[in-house]
């Protein structure tokens, strides 16, 4: 009897000194969300705005609320905060709550692509590889899949080698063999700048125009213009000569890959360096993990 007794007041003694933690987990809880909101109200976090959003989205310590997940959401996507800006991207892409809407979906994934958000430029890549709410661009679907490869995602490199078994095919993504180069560039060689709005301004030494002439004979547009990465390396460098930090990128990625040149370690580097300096965000990742550089 003593020992049961005994026993009694060693389970009742244990019970008084965990009874405070007990009593204290689900207000832990709550002051969190409280502290939280306090953060995202006085717009002191970004993170806490993104993730007091994620909360309503998934009705997580409070009752789902679509419109409230999507105004936080919008509030840290405002402070330049990728994962806000992709989760916005998802939701008008896949209307989850919002209406779909196309430009904002493409708008908030690239915003927060370009600041190097793995997944955002997957789902890029995705889009312009299927032309679902963008045209159709192989190119651009590869320069997005590439980046997210740097990052160590799976799928893009999954992606990548599809892309390469469809380029000969599409004649977009794969580098022309020497031969049909020389063939290209000949011909080119002996045709003159078709007119385009962008001609006349770029032969008389518009940096824009010379770069998006540049673009022109870079995807080639089917309007007088075949594709030429020799003609639009030509463009791309007259722009890049000249600061333009797209043409500097575009001009180090045909370097990078050989198009339309002579694949150039040293003057890869070089461009990708020029755009960089100037807050060219693909640049600074391509700089980062060009692995010959």
């Known amino acids: 009897m003593r020992h049961f007794a ?59 609320d679509s419109r409230s997940a999507v105004m936080w959401l919008q509030r840290a996507a405002e402070q330049n905060y990728a994962p806000a800006q992709y989760q916005l991207g998802e939701l008008y892409r896949t209307g989850d709550g919002v209406d779909i809407d196309a430009a904002a979906a493409v708008e908030y994934l690239t915003s927060a692509a370009e600041q190097g958000y793995p997944t955002a430029q997957y789902r890029l890549g995705t889009l312009y590889l ?48 020497p031969e049909a180069q020389q063939t290209e560039d000949s011909a080119n060689e ?12 770029a032969e ?33 460098e007259l722009a890049a000569e000249q600061g333009h930090a797209e043409a500097q990128y575009q001009l180090g990625e045909l370097y990078f890959k050989g ?9 890869a580097q070089k461009w990708y360096k020029a755009a960089g300096e100037q807050g060219h965000v693909k640049a600074k990742y391509r700089q980062r993990g060009c692995g010959f550089c």
């Open 6 to 64: 005994t026993m009694r007041l060693i389970v009742r003694a244990l019970f008084i000194l965990l009874l405070p933690a007990l009593v204290s987990q689900p207000l832990f809880a709550d002051d969190d969300l409280q502290t939280l909101r306090q953060a995202a109200e006085a717009d002191q976090s970004a993170k806490a705005q993104y993730q007091l959003g994620l909360r309503y989205l998934q009705g997580k310590g409070v009752n789902q």
């Open 204 to 236: 008389q030494g518009d940096a824009e125009a010379q770069y998006q002439l540049g673009e022109s004979y870079r995807k080639g547009t089917g309007k007088g213009i075949s594709r030429s990465f020799k003609e639009a390396a030509r463009w791309y």
């Open 259 to 267: 198009r339309g040149v002579e694949r150039n370690k040293k003057i």
């Open 190 to 201: 002996e045709a003159t700048t078709p007119l385009t709005p962008h001609t006349r301004a």
């Open 130 to 177: 299927t032309g679902n709410m963008v045209e159709q661009d192989l190119i651009t679907a590869t320069e997005w899949m590439e980046l997210a490869a740097e990052h160590g995602y799976t799928e893009a490199n999954q992606a990548l080698a599809e892309l390469d078994k469809a380029a000969p095919a599409a004649d977009t993504i794969a580098s022309p063999s």
